[in-house]
């Protein structure tokens, strides 16, 4: 059984950090493609960051420069440094595991920035 928990959301002031992980579970985590999307209330889910399993990182505009994907595969995790944070941020976000056509969801964690 797959498995992706998500952790390290909360509540934070503008311009502070978290750091978000995903523990995977049932997969072989090293060929995945591993990514964190994001969805704020009437907004449609967006890519936040994909690091690949050939070791390819991308970010969404918004983020570059302030969000960070890491991998590490002996603990089966990925993660999602975040500074600088602002209300714009504020969204579900959703841990992500794509290998060929199997595509696994995490339930997602909060992150909430007040202004």
């Known amino acids: 059984q797959v498995q992706l928990v998500e952790s390290g959301g909360g509540l934070v002031q503008s311009g502070g950090s978290l750091r978000l992980s995903c523990a995977a579970s049932?997969?072989?985590?090293?060929?995945?493609?591993m990514a964190w999307y994001r969805q704020a209330p009437g907004k449609q889910r967006e890519l936040v960051a994909r690091f690949t399993s050939g070791g390819i990182t991308t970010y969404a505009d918004s983020v570059k420069g302030r969000f960070t994907i890491s991998r590490d595969s002996a603990k089966n995790t990925v993660y999602l440094q975040m500074n600088g944070l602002s209300p714009e941020d504020t969204a579900v976000y959703y841990c992500?595991?794509?290998?060929?056509?199997?595509?696994?969801w995490g339930q997602g964690t909060q992150v909430t920035v007040s202004s």
């Open positions: 992500n595991a794509v290998f060929r056509v199997k595509n696994f």
């Open positions: 049932g997969i072989i985590f090293s060929i995945y493609d």
